[in-house]
Every structure is written in structure tokens, then in C-alpha cells.
């Protein structure tokens, strides 16, 4: 196969390339295209030399003759370039801002020791249900394609199917974010039949007396019902587990049964379970208990979620980066509070808000939308905007390695130089060398 694609290629070929970096890695050489997050895997000095004639513009047939012998090589180099398409400089963000994560009442039934949102009691000046649809249909007029429902508890607003109903007529996708507690057969039923992408519900515990923890006593179970139900109407569920450091350090394996018994019921096209892998400072949760914690906590979700599905990075890897390049963490997408603020980031407790839509039109909202997604694309921080790395790695949350940044209240006039660059530490570069290797040849078009 590689032999034909070789004699499919005219011997006078001359390949233009877009800047090319090289690296040198636990005895490979990766040549690496930054502007587009492309790369190929060199074995030898002699692909290296290799490719080095074809960046300087030598045609085909004169490497050839330069590297007589070397056949395999040669076939190895052209296969890759060819199969990764390295002259292609067309590109697409991951990142993809036509969401509308929708805060319809911060009002909840529950109130979560975690809880970044702090709910629990509604807002004294919460949107109306015709701010909500106003909100909605300006957002579709300019190419919004999903609304994401979440609160507190978005149940408990008595207009929530209205609402619903609404945004399944413009002819969007809806996502809910719910603890499961209110979901009955007619509720399911009902949203079934719109346009919905599907539903994620929050379990932090394996049981009921863990869950009862956090979430208070019998909602373990409400939540599962809830789970049978939207199953049983086809509607995808993802399980979000925020599990309190305390209980997932000592009862791993007990989440991990938990999770996979559930997965077995259902089937992996029906639920999969997010685990978070870190916490956003919420009602008992402050910023030092976080950063005490977060190393060992990540690493025990690693292992639980490992456990679950197996090694799913190199997975996960290639999913963001096929077709794409990661260039951005998702800054710039319109969550909007349920008293009407608006932000960038939906960690709230770590931005600052950008405005309300109250104050003015959806034009000047949409115009500020644009200049935060490019204010948050990678190439404008130090020190990965010169990296080689800068789309395969996208830099990593901006309120978490940025936080400056997202403390910013105009978006408009920022200047980066004021910004502190991201520590970034030779383990995380090599980690990502390592996959790049371990994935090169599932890249191949």
C-alpha cells in the first residue's frame, strides 16, 4: 500500500509546507506543524534529512537520487506527508460558539455543599419567561444552534416546558442539567418529543447514604428513577459526579461498581458518567481546600474514571484534535445568569461578569461574544502563543492558568502583556509528545 501511494506522486513534485518544527523525543523526531496541529513521526536521521530536502523545496525525484538506499525511509516520509495532508493549511476551531448555557432560576430544591452556584433561593429579579424567549430567539437569529437549561434546579420554574417547548420551535437542540428529583412518566414523556440532545443529572454519592451527604436523603434514588425513565423514552443521559474528596478517597472501587452496574444496564449509547476531575469553590468550598486537594483528588478520579473505561486518553486525544485544531478552552461562550448577568466562562466564581442583557441590545452582547472567543484564542498568551505545541495543546483553561485574564472586565482593550504567562513544565510537553507518537498513524486521511 505504501509502495503504490509512492508511484501515485509525480517525481518532479515540490512540496510547499507551512512552518515546521522539530523535536526530538525518546528516540524519534517529530516534525511538527504548529499553525495547523498537524506532525509526522521521524524514525531516523535519515527521514529527518528526508524531509529536510522536501522542506527547502528538492523535488521527489532528486531526493531520491540523493538518498539511494534508502527506500524505506523515503516511503515512510512521503506516506506520512501525504496521508497527513502536511500541505493543507485549511483549519477549524474546536471550539464551536453557537451554545447558550442558561441559568433559568437559580432556585433549587437542594443545597449542595459544593455548589458553585450557591443556589438554593430564587433571585428577587429573575428573567422573565418572555425575557428567556427573547433571549433564545436572538441567540438562534445569530446561528445559536443549542440551548444548555440548568439553574439551581431548572424544574422548579413552573414555565420550564414552556420554555422548553419554545426553543424546541426554533428548531434548537436543548440540554438539561438536573438532580433528577421532580421527573415523573408525563414530564419525560413530554420532553421527549421535542428537540432534545439530552439530559445530564448530578449523582455525587455510590449509594444512598453517601449521596445523602451531599445531596440530603432519598434523592439517590429519585435520581435513578429519573434515569430509568429517560432511557426508557430514548433521551441520552450523561451522570455528572462531583464526589466529595473525603468519600471518593476511601470508596474508589465502591464508585467504580456503581458506575459500571449502571453502565450495564443501559448500555454505553444510552449513559456515560462524568466524573469531575477538579472543584470550583462553591457554599463550603474555598479556594485553599481546593488547591490542597487537587493533585491527589485528580489522580483518584483518573484512576476511578480509568477504571470505568479503560485508558481512554489517547481517545480523548484524538477526538479533540480530528479535523480541528485546539486553539481555544471554550471562552466566549454566553452563559447567562437567571437575573439576566452574563459571562464568558461557566466558571462563574472565577470570572468576572461581562454585562447584563438587560442593559443592552443582543447585537452588542453577540459583538462582545466575538471579541471574547478571539481575546481567548491560545496564540494570545505567553508563553504558548510561540509553542509548538500551541493547537495540540490549547493551553488549558483559561481561569484556571490565565486568571487575570478572565478577571478582565472589557474584553476589548486587553493587553496581553500584562497578562502572566502560563508555568508550563517539561512533564506536561513530553506527556503530549508521547500521545502524538502513540496516535500518528490514526491521523492518516
Known amino acids: ?32 506543524l504548529p499553525e495547523t496541529a498537524k ?13 529536510k530536502m522536501l522542506i527547502n523545496g528538492t523535488c521527489i525525484d532528486d531526493v531520491i537520487k540523493k538518498h539511494v538506499g534508502s527506500q524505506d525511509d523515503l516511503i515512510s516520509v512521503l506516506t506520512q506527508i501525504e496521508a497527513k495532508q502536511l500541505e493543507c493549511t485549511k483549519t477549524k476551531s474546536v471550539f464551536s460558539n453557537t451554545r447558550l448555557h442558561l441559568h433559568i432560576t ?17 433571585y428577587n429579579n429573575e428573567l422573565t419567561t418572555e425575557e428567556i424567549k427573547d433571549l433564545c430567539k436572538n441567540f438562534q437569529r445569530h446561528g445559536g444552534t443549542d440551548v444548555s437549561l440548568t439553574g439551581g434546579e431548572p424544574t422548579v420554574r413552573k414555565d420550564f416546558f414552556d420554555i422548553a417547548e419554545y426553543i424546541s420551535s426554533l428548531q434548537m437542540k436543548i440540554s438539561v442539567f438536573t438532580n433528577g428529583y421532580f ?23 455510590y449509594n444512598e447514604n453517601s449521596n445523602a451527604i451531599i445531596r440530603g436523603s432519598g434523592i439517590f434514588e429519585r435520581a435513578l428513577k429519573s434515569i430509568d425513565l429517560f432511557i426508557k423514552h430514548h433521551i441520552y443521559v450523561k451522570v455528572a459526579v462531583t464526589a466529595p474528596y473525603e468519600i471518593i478517597k476511601k470508596h474508589q472501587s465502591e464508585y467504580i461498581k456503581f458506575s459500571r452496574s449502571l453502565i450495564e444496564k443501559y448500555g454505553e449509547d444510552a449513559i456515560e458518567f462524568n466524573y469531575s476531575y477538579f472543584f470550583m469553590p462553591g457554599r463550603d468550598l ?23 473505561y479503560g485508558n481512554i486518553e489517547e481517545d480523548s486525544f484524538v477526538s479533540n484534535l480530528t479535523d480541528c ?16 448577568d452574563f459571562y464568558f466562562c461557566d466558571r462563574i466564581a472565577d470570572v468576572n461578569k461581562s454585562g447584563n442583557i438587560r442593559d ?11 471579541a471574547a472567543e478571539e481575546a481567548g484564542r491560545i496564540d494570545n498568551f505567553k ?3 510561540t509553542c509548538e505545541l500551541k493547537y495540540i495543546c490549547g493551553g488549558g483553561c483559561r481561569a484556571e492558568y490565565f486568571r487575570d485574564f478572565t478577571k478582565i472586565t472589557n474584553i476589548k482593550t486587553i493587553n496581553f502583556d500584562n497578562i502572566p504567562p502560563r508555568i508550563c513544565d517539561k512533564k506536561k510537553k513530553e506527556k503530549l509528545y508521547r500521545l502524538m507518537i502513540n496516535t500518528n498513524e490514526r491521523f492518516f486521511c
Not at 292 to 304: G, L
Request: glycine content about 6%; hydrophobic content about 35%.
Open 325 to 340: 485544531i485546539y486553539d481555544s478552552c471554550g471562552y466566549g461562550g454566553l452563559n447567562v445568569m437567571a437575573n439576566g
Open 106 to 122: 437559580n432556585k433549587c430544591n437542594l443545597r449542595c455543599p459544593h455548589c458553585y452556584m450557591m443556589s438554593g433561593t430564587a
Open 183 to 205: 421527573w415523573n412518566e408525563e414530564n419525560v414523556k413530554r420532553i421527549s418529543e421535542l428537540n432534545i440532545e439530552g439530559v445530564q443529572i448530578s449523582i455525587d454519592g
Open 286 to 308: 474555598s479556594h485553599n481546600k481546593i488547591e490542597s486537594i487537587k493533585d491527589e483528588y485528580y489522580n483518584i478520579v483518573d484512576n476511578v474514571v480509568t477504571s470505568i
Open 360 to 370: 443592552m441590545s443582543f447585537n452588542d452582547i453577540f459583538s462582545m461574544m466575538k
Open 383 to 385: 508563553p504558548c502563543g
Open 1 to 32: 500500500m505504501e509502495e503504490e501511494k509512492e508511484l501515485e506522486l509525480s517525481l518532479d513534485k515540490v512540496y510547499v509546507f507551512p512552518k515546521i518544527d522539530f523535536v526530538e523525543y525518546n528516540n524519534y523526531y517529530l516534525a511538527i
Open 39 to 51: 506532525w509526522i513521526v521521524l524514525k531516523t536521521p535519515e527521514q529527518v534529512a528526508i524531509l
